[in-house]
């Protein structure tokens, strides 16, 4: 019924800058908070940043400064831009969001992840 899809990933040299947008589309009454999260192997998913659905933001102390996430309530879309890349950045980015559907049903922020993109930052 909901579905995320992000895009925007790819290979890029440390100190550039990438992009990813997150797009939702289905049986969307309003979209709640939303999130994106990444992932390198061996390690856990972990936060990166985080939007409302009236603005407020939140980062990871490792990202402050560098990323900024954004949303575009009208088309459904949750953007992260990413500067100043490290090597340490490159991971497979997730975006979630809680969402409303038209017929009432409340799904969370752990109940709809998109499929990915990956991010490689290296010379």
């Known amino acids: 019924q909901v579905q995320l899809v992000e895009s925007g990933g790819g290979l890029v040299q440390p100190g550039g800058s990438l992009r990813l947008s997150c797009a939702a589309s289905g049986s969307i009454f309003s979209i709640n908070g939303m999130g994106w999260y990444r992932q390198a192997p061996g390690n856990q998913r972990e936060l990166v940043a985080s939007i409302t659905s009236g603005g407020n933001t939140n980062y990871a102390d490792s990202v402050k400064g560098r990323f900024t996430i954004s949303r575009d309530n009208a088309k459904n879309t949750v953007y992260l831009q990413m500067n100043s890349l490290k090597p340490e950045d490159t991971a497979v980015y997730y975006c979630?969001?809680?969402?409303?559907?038209?017929?009432?049903?409340?799904?969370?922020?752990?109940?709809?992840w998109g499929q990915g993109t990956e991010v490689t930052v290296s010379s």
């Open positions: 979630n969001a809680g969402i409303t559907t038209e017929n009432g049903v409340l799904l969370t922020r752990n109940d709809c």
